[in-house]
């Protein structure tokens, strides 16, 4: 269930998404866990950075350790050690990746494991008793993806198999306590993008993913798409960005109505010594910082930056110490936990826009020491 307790004029909503594991106060940032581990972090430190939810793959834990492993620790939740809310990806974007890939039929996506090289044919069906098995609190439908830039027909063909696959996952469903949110194609594309929403909804899903996005196409574009398919989408069911990357973006998104958004981005970026700050990104390894005494972020109330330096975190990145990237995970998690809580209050207080404008500009630095 989702309820929304607040829209500012601009579209963007603050809301509350109820699974089987709690609660996940939205608009929600969820950190990648796609072996079943936010890379470099304990889950005591990621439920102390206060996530109420992330996403794991589906496909990725199916090939490696495999579902009787994981059936037999009692679910995904305690093989993990993760009381949380759990989404799922079916792991058809991964599918897509040349050292995967063989080919999509009707039938599903057929591809290679790149563990052994074992061809593996994933449906409809079995990418839901495979979530299901895994007891996932939110899962993904089997989408049919097309890279950027494809055709008129082959984008009609992607939007009319992704609606045959995603009721074929909702019919293959066993589980009650699960949701299931399904995504929509259709490029970039306003008709087919509004074809692909209107037949998804009819069907009838608890969310709502916009996929085939963030893959090279323009900005103002997919804020339009975004905006188009909030329209359509209904009001009470959250909307579910996939893969966006950026904090701006992801402002940008919640100002066109979106709900929830995943990415590798901070922690990827964390682990290449790149921080997040309001006062822009910074590459902790560069010399200058070699005795630099000031935290990451000055004001940031993060772990790594109430009792670490730059120089101290400088040091451990150039000496290759797994800490050292522990200790930026933190800190660019905090900032996204930072981030969302401030883009809370600003559409609370219907100043989103002005928000988005500080946190993109020269005074973004009046929010480092916030919250
Ligand atoms: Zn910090």
Same mark, same amino acid.
């Given at each position: 269930?989702? #309820?929304?307790?607040?829209?500012?004029?601009?579209?963007?909503?603050?809301?509350?998404?109820?699974?089987?594991?709690?609660?996940?106060?939205?608009?929600?940032?969820?950190?990648?866990?796609?072996?079943?581990?936010?890379?470099?972090?304990?889950?005591?430190?990621?439920?102390?950075?206060?996530?109420?939810?992330?996403?794991?793959?589906?496909?990725?834990?199916?090939?490696?350790?495999?579902?009787?492993?994981?059936?037999?620790?009692?679910?995904?939740?305690?093989?993990?050690?993760?009381?949380?809310?759990?989404?799922?990806?079916?792991?058809?974007?991964?599918?897509?990746?040349?050292?995967?890939?063989?080919?999509?039929?009707?039938?599903?996506?057929?591809?290679?494991?790149?563990?052994?090289?074992?061809?593996?044919?994933?449906?409809?069906?079995?990418?839901?008793?495979?979530?299901?098995?895994?007891?996932?609190?939110?899962?993904?439908?089997?989408?049919?993806?097309?890279?950027?830039?494809?055709?008129?027909?082959?984008?009609?063909?992607?939007? #009319?198999?992704?609606?045959?696959?995603?009721?074929?996952?909702?019919?293959?469903?066993?589980?009650?306590?699960?949701?299931?949110?399904?995504?929509?194609?259709?490029?970039?594309?306003?008709?087919?993008?509004?074809?692909?929403?209107?037949?998804?909804?009819?069907?009838?899903?608890?969310?709502?993913?916009?996929?085939?996005?963030?893959?090279?196409?323009?900005?103002?574009?997919?804020?339009?798409?975004?905006?188009?398919?909030?329209?359509?989408?209904?009001?009470?069911?959250?909307?579910?960005?996939?893969?966006?990357?950026?904090?701006?973006?992801?402002?940008?998104?919640?100002?066109?109505?979106?709900?929830?958004?995943?990415?590798?981005?901070?922690?990827?970026?964390?682990?290449?010594?790149?921080?997040?700050?309001?006062?822009?990104?910074?590459?902790?390894?560069?010399?200058?910082?070699?005795?630099?005494?000031?935290?990451?972020?000055?004001?940031?109330?993060?772990?790594?930056?109430?009792?670490?330096?730059?120089?101290?975190?400088?040091?451990?990145?150039?000496?290759? #110490?797994?800490?050292?990237?522990?200790?930026?995970?933190?800190?660019?998690?905090?900032?996204?936990?930072?981030?969302?809580?401030?883009?809370?209050?600003?559409?609370? #207080?219907?100043?989103?826009?002005?928000?988005?404008?500080?946190?993109?500009?020269?005074?973004?630095?009046?929010?480092?020491?916030?919250?």
């Amino acid at each position: 269930m989702f #309820e929304v307790t607040h829209v500012d004029p601009s579209g963007a909503r603050i809301g509350r998404l109820h699974t089987a594991s709690g609660v996940v106060e939205t608009p929600a940032f969820m950190p990648v866990a796609t072996n079943g581990s936010v890379k470099t972090l304990s889950f005591e430190t990621v439920a102390g950075l206060g996530f109420d939810a992330l996403i794991s793959n589906a496909f990725v834990l199916y090939l490696r350790p495999g579902l009787e492993v994981i059936e037999a620790a009692g679910g995904l939740h305690m093989f993990m050690g993760w009381d949380r809310t759990v989404f799922t990806d079916s792991g058809g974007f991964q599918m897509l990746s040349p050292e995967f890939y063989e080919k999509t039929s009707e039938k599903g996506v057929s591809f290679r494991s790149p563990l052994d090289r074992s061809r593996h044919l994933l449906t409809p069906e079995s990418c839901i008793d495979i979530q299901n098995r895994l007891g996932s609190d939110v899962m993904m439908v089997l989408d049919d993806l097309v890279p950027f830039g494809s055709s008129g027909d082959a984008l009609l063909a992607s939007v #009319e198999r992704t609606t045959r696959w995603a009721r074929r996952c909702k019919e293959a469903n066993r589980s009650d306590g699960q949701l299931l949110f399904a995504i929509t194609q259709g490029g970039t594309d306003p008709v087919l993008r509004r074809r692909s929403a209107d037949a998804l909804v009819e069907i009838g899903f608890d969310g709502y993913a916009i996929g085939g996005l963030s893959i090279g196409e323009p900005k103002e574009v997919m804020s339009r798409i975004l905006r188009e398919q909030a329209e359509i989408l209904p009001k009470n069911r959250p909307r579910y960005l996939m893969g966006l990357g950026s904090p701006t973006e992801i402002i940008d998104a919640i100002t066109s109505g979106m709900d929830i958004f995943d990415s590798t981005f901070p922690t990827r970026n964390a682990r290449h010594n790149g921080a997040y700050t309001f006062q822009g990104y910074l590459n902790i390894y560069r010399g200058g910082f070699k005795d630099d005494t000031a935290p990451i972020e000055d004001g940031c109330k993060c772990y790594s930056c109430k009792n670490h330096s730059r120089a101290y975190i400088h040091h451990l990145l150039r000496s290759r #110490e797994q800490t050292g990237k522990s200790l930026m995970t933190i800190h660019n998690l905090y900032f996204m936990q930072r981030l969302m809580a401030l883009t809370k209050e600003a559409i609370r #207080e219907e100043r989103l826009s002005e928000f988005k404008e500080e946190v993109s500009g020269p005074v973004a630095s009046k929010y480092a020491g916030r919250l």
